[in-house]
């Protein structure tokens, strides 16, 4: 039987009894024939390939990223708790040296869940991802992470909860905000004043193909994380820039897709979106899984792939090559644009209104930055969903000096105004509290 | 009257049994010359003074194909796959001649791409040359649509003695296991075949008119029909036909755990709501992976004879063989020494026995009895270690469904069946540690002869009914019709029984029929923005059991 050259942690957990609703995208049908096809390849049999059970993330691991309202338990359903736990089973594999790399092939997906939650966007009511990395940065001790969001929609949560976490680089390359859902993540939206420079965005045109996604990798991704140097890599390996994906623009294939995964060569992939259930998620999720593996995939293609014209035009070439320049240009003068962006602030105030399009529900947003020499700064966000719901939620960032420790204790317990809910992220202490 | 009979490597054992009594026992040694006299001339004795015409059914777990695939004597096999796209194929290759070719269907049974026959019918001529008898054809997901097994088949067929077809071997998606399986078919069923008709012709000669059955490895018998078109499925039936045999001697209900203690190895085997675990995919034979269906059982080197030793102050056991007990003659004290030590085991010479218990003990500050009883309670903690590794392995198989994660059956036996040369004496030490009630039977000369004799017929069914392509499939028998768009999962479920109580009484089943349930999964097809059809799977299958219980003799 075939052996893996990087031992492969699996974890499939494709929710065959959990579904948004009968007719939804995010059904039960979803990694059906994915996992036909992987069975049918004996992935099982695989030297070096482990298959793990997703464990059940805890009501704490949601609190250190989000703010539920009114709490956790009346948002989430079983199935959240087990993707996120998904997740983070995945990753102890690899902390734990189980296994070298891990797969965390699993549904609902997240990365649409910022940190505010008053219901579900874009099909994610939780962040995977950010829940499974701050779980374990808690079990394992802090360490320097770069999230690479590869789905064709803009990790616009993922986005927010590490706008400020200079530890923590986020690189989204999707399909322009102007054609597609959330209709965010341009290359102005550089991160909060703790980390400015440290989130990226590359909105790519509709039509771009495999050359265009490898030239993004190439010229920005491998040199940002070259010099960014972080201790891991998480792949938030969405699939839906595939040709036949039924809610986006792209001509990504599976060959592209496991020659991304194999450049990129990340720590811990975790699915995202990708609803070309039965033409495209079955040979990428292969793709992905024999790239993460060290196993030759040039065998992997999908049925009409020979047939096709899968080549983007000149103009889209041309485009992106620019773009590239432009969004490594920043990435290099990040502290330049800094110093001209917020010199002389000592906060930084952000009003968003946030759309949660899976639960029709809008909420309007206040965010301030404080602005301090010591620390990343505290967070304090002010938020009012058109449900009437009003809340206060103060974040004490990880790397917080006393004063800013201080601040944000006082403010949770004496908030400036009447609010249904406040709560207190402190993550020097990993306490939350709610009022 | 029920014939049991089993031929192992170095025994064939026989059993006769009536109305759940056991009315005779024999144990021959294997000749290995003549696997076919052995197995005759124990027939013989059983059947002598016995009005043939009551002999209800003969049944035999056979080394004849295990044999010949471990030995390497098998016919030369070419192999036509057609793999299609995803893993790379070299690593296929498996038999004399190997036939890749083009087309494939996809994991809904759609044909994406047909066969090109050219191709076959060259390869074929190659075949032909080289003197190759037996052929298999193995295409990715066939158990789906087995079309262009079946093309590539009517193409071929008048070319070979034997044309195996993956898909009639399993319903699993597992296509290298596939490919390997079909391959040892075709492999051992030339030899398969002989010895049935050596052994047909001798029952006809002395006038035995009974049906014979064959044992397979997940405890289960089939008719000779069946042997001869899946022989692959009468490998390692050995293991099975003891398990049946324990679980006839040894009535456990709920989860439980046995074990049979040898002189070398300690096998472990375990109950779920009485009935035996199966391996999740199947048997591994020789380094092939197969998708033969077998009862789960796993071994380690730890027994009577296991080799003790002292290291850095600890005791330690196996996995090594010493040889035969002290008090036999042997060179080094053994676990079995231990128990004639303590006087639990009366056999050679116990002196011996004693002497090399103090020996052992001198470099613990042990007396010699302090020493038996350590190394009885070193061996009954290696077993409890070995049973929690075990189980932690068999609870944490993995599952695709919250219900199942959250709620799924995980094995808690309650219950322990030992049988082997120190079952007596580890049965206290184990219950004890283990904390559950530990069984173990009198007398116990041909156990796997009586599993053999007791198993019943055991088959499986896998259903597919797509209503979106007004389709249903049943995947090991190529069989399809049509179905409308309103086919239900209750429907399927139905007529999955009773296809699998028409293949059960078509392998020769007479009685009742049980069938379960394994799998029953309705998926919501949403093609566009509408509903467009369903996705049903269903899984049903007959589970090893006991044709009658034993009656007789109570056990501790």
Redesign the interface.
């Known amino acids: 039987m075939i052996k893996a050259k990087n031992k492969l942690g699996l974890v499939f957990f494709p929710a065959f009894d959990w579904a948004i609703s009968p007719d939804h995208p995010e059904r039960e049908e979803r990694l059906l024939y994915t996992k036909d096809q992987l069975f049918e390849e004996g992935i099982e049999d695989i030297e070096g390939l482990t298959l793990l059970n997703p464990v059940l993330a805890e009501t704490r691991d949601i609190q250190r990223v989000h703010f539920c309202v009114p709490d956790v338990s009346s948002r989430l359903t079983e199935s959240h708790y087990i993707a996120a736990g998904g997740a983070i089973r995945s990753f102890q594999a690899v902390m734990n040296k189980e296994v070298d790399k891990a797969f965390a092939l699993l549904r609902p997906p997240g990365h649409h869940a910022q940190r505010v939650v008053y219901g579900s966007r874009g099909f994610c009511l939780i962040n995977i991802e950010a829940v499974m990395l701050e779980r374990i940065r808690q079990e394992f001790g802090h360490f320097r992470a770069a999230i690479i969001d590869t789905d064709c929609h803009h990790g616009d949560g993922t986005q927010d909860i590490y706008w400020n976490d200079p530890d923590t680089l986020f690189i989204s390359f999707h399909q322009d905000g102007r054609t597609l859902y959330p209709g965010t993540g341009f290359v102005e939206e550089f991160g909060g004043p703790g980390a400015y420079g440290y989130n990226l965005n590359i909105p790519l045109p509709p039509e771009t193909g495999e050359e265009g996604f490898l030239y993004v990798l190439e010229h920005v991704v491998m040199p940002v994380l070259a010099d960014f140097k972080p201790d891991i890599v998480i792949n938030s390996a969405g699939q839906d820039n595939h040709y036949t994906d039924p809610l986006t623009r792209m001509k990504f294939t599976a060959q592209g897709y496991a020659k991304l995964t194999e450049r990129l060569n990340p720590d811990v992939a975790v699915l995202e979106g990708g609803y070309s259930i039965e033409g495209a998620l079955p040979y990428m999720n292969l793709g992905i899984l024999l790239a993460l593996a060290g196993i030759d995939y040039s065998n992997v293609v999908e049925p009409d792939y020979y047939d096709l014209d899968l080549r983007q035009s000149d103009d889209v070439t041309d485009y992106i090559k620019e773009l590239s320049e432009l969004v490594y240009h920043r990435w290099e003068i990040k502290e330049y644009l800094k110093e001209k962006e917020f010199k002389g602030l000592e906060e930084f105030t952000r009003a968003r209104r946030i759309y949660y399009d899976t639960d029709g529900i809008l909420e309007q947003q206040r965010e301030t930055i404080h602005h301090c020499s010591k620390c990343s700064g505290l967070v304090v966000i002010d938020s009012k969903s058109d449900q009437g719901i009003g809340i206060l939620a103060v974040t004490i960032p990880r790397d917080a000096c006393k004063k800013c420790m201080q601040i944000g204790e006082r403010l949770f317990r004496h908030p400036p105004g009447h609010y249904h809910h406040h709560y207190l992220q402190d993550r020097v202490n990993d306490r939350f509290y709610a009022k | 009257m029920l014939i049991g009979l089993d031929m192992g490597g170095t025994h064939v054992d026989g059993v006769l049994i009536d109305k759940g009594q056991v009315l005779k026992t024999i144990k021959n040694p294997t000749r290995w010359d003549n696997l076919f006299y052995s197995i005759w001339t124990t027939l013989q004795e059983l059947a002598e003074g016995v009005d043939l015409k009551d002999i209800e059914r003969i049944n035999l777990s056979t080394t004849i194909s295990t044999n010949a695939i471990a030995e390497n004597k098998v016919e030369a096999v070419g192999m036509i796959i057609q793999s299609g796209?995803?893993?790379?194929?070299e690593?296929l290759a498996c038999g004399d001649e190997n036939l890749f070719v083009s087309g494939y269907v996809?994991?809904?049974g759609k044909t994406?791409k047909g066969i090109n026959k050219a191709e076959i019918l060259a390869g074929i001529e190659n075949f032909k040359e080289k003197s190759i008898k037996n052929c298999a054809v193995v295409t990715?997901?066939s158990p789906?649509n087995a079309a262009h097994e079946l093309k590539i088949k009517e193409m071929i067929e008048g070319n070979f003695a034997t044309v195996t077809l993956g898909h009639r071997l399993s319903g699993k998606?597992?296509?290298?296991?596939r490919v390997f399986t079909s391959y040892l078919n075709a492999a051992v069923s030339s030899i398969f075949r002989s010895f049935v008709q050596n052994l047909l012709a001798a029952l006809a000669k002395a006038g035995i008119t009974a049906p014979v059955y064959i044992l397979k490895a997940d405890g289960g018998t089939m008719s000779i029909d069946m042997a001869l078109e899946q022989s692959v499925d009468t490998i390692l039936s050995g293991p099975a036909a003891s398990l049946m045999g324990l679980t006839a001697l040894l009535p456990i209900e709920g989860d439980g755990v046995l074990l049979d203690i040898g002189g070398t190895t300690t096998d472990f085997f375990f109950l779920a709501d009485g009935v035996p675990l199966f391996e999740?995919?199947g048997i591994t034979i020789s380094n092939y992976?197969t998708l033969v269906r077998s009862i789960y059982s796993h071994s380690i080197g730890l027994g009577g004879d296991s080799r003790l030793q002292i290291e850095k102050g600890e005791l330690k056991i196996g996995p090594l063989r010493a040889g035969k007990p002290m008090a036999l003659g042997g060179t080094e004290a053994t676990p079995t020494d231990a128990m004639i030590a303590l006087g639990q085991l009366t056999m050679g010479e116990e002196a011996k026995s004693v002497q090399g218990m103090r020996d052992l003990g001198k470099k613990l500050g042990l007396s010699s009895q302090q020493m038996a009883t350590a190394v009885l309670e070193k061996m009954g903690e290696i077993i409890k270690e070995e049973i929690f590794l075990l189980l932690a392995k068999i609870n944490?198989k993995?599952?695709?469904?919250?219900?199942e994660?959250?709620y799924g059956k995980k094995v808690v036996p309650k219950e322990l069946g030992l049988i082997g040369g120190p079952a007596k004496s580890l049965a206290p030490i184990l219950g004890k540690k283990l904390n559950m009630p530990c069984y173990y039977p009198k007398y116990f000369p041909v156990a796997n002869a009586v599993g053999a004799a007791l198993a019943k017929i055991t088959t499986e069914v896998t259903l597919l009914a797509d209503t979106e392509l007004g389709s249903l499939r049943i995947a090991e028998t190529a069989y399809s019709e049509q179905i409308n768009k309103g086919y239900t999962l209750e429907k399927a479920v139905e007529q999955a029984k009773e296809l699998l109580a028409e293949k059960a009484r078509s392998l020769g089943e007479k009685g009742k029929v049980e069938v379960e349930i394994v799998e029953a999964?309705s998926?919501?097809?949403?093609r566009?923005?509408?509903?467009g059809g369903k996705?049903i799977r269903v899984k049903a299958q007959i589970k090893p059991g006991l044709s009658c219980s034993l009656r007789g003799e109570e056990d501790d």
């Open positions: 796209p995803g893993l790379p194929k690593f996809d994991h809904r994406v990715k997901f789906r998606l597992n296509f290298p296991r999740p995919l992976k944490s993995p599952v695709y469904t919250i219900r994660l959250l999964e998926f919501n097809m949403v566009g923005f509408s509903s996705n």
